[in-house]
């Protein structure tokens, strides 16, 4: 493996390095970078997928989580939850068999490293709360 040569121009933290922060809301080109498998605070299985903002590298990164249908969720927590995840997967170019076909041997922790990079377009909204500030969510697949 070739040695990797630093770029001593990149180190220089004399520069004003700005917070990330939310974009206005509006239609945005997104990239998933990374989408897993996790526990939702009540121990229910969900994926996790977190987006940048094309063309906006201070942006704060978007992660939006799909809850996976349960045994004890009423018939249209089902409903919302299969449609979340079909919209999902036709987002990222799969069919949605395949993603659930990788969610069955998937461990907790797990990446499905294959969709990241894939692009999306979607409209954000933002919204604010004392945890997390002002941040960007995902209002409409486009």
């Not at 994926?47 to 942006?59: E, G, K, N, Q, W």
């Not at 076909?101 to 933002?126: S, Y």
Request: aromatic content about 8%; hydrophobic content about 40%; proline content about 5%.
């Amino acid at each position: 493996m070739p040695e990797q040569q630093i770029d001593r121009s990149l180190l220089d933290m004399n520069c004003d390095v700005p917070e990330p922060t939310s974009v206005q809301p509006g239609e945005y080109g997104l990239e998933l970078t990374k989408l897993s498998l996790k526990l939702s605070k009540e121990g229910n299985l969900m994926l996790s997928a977190f987006f940048t903002v094309d063309d906006h590298p201070d942006a704060k990164l978007i992660s939006e989580y799909f809850v996976l249908p349960t045994s004890n969720a009423d018939p249209q927590q089902i409903y919302n939850r299969k449609l979340a995840l079909k919209r999902l997967a036709t987002q990222i170019g799969l069919d949605v068999n395949s993603l659930m076909q990788w969610v069955a041997t998937a461990q907790v922790g797990d990446a499905f490293k294959e969709v990241a990079g894939m692009k999306v377009r979607a409209i954000l909204k933002e919204s604010s709360d004392e945890q997390y500030g002002t941040q960007n969510n995902i209002a409409r697949w486009l």
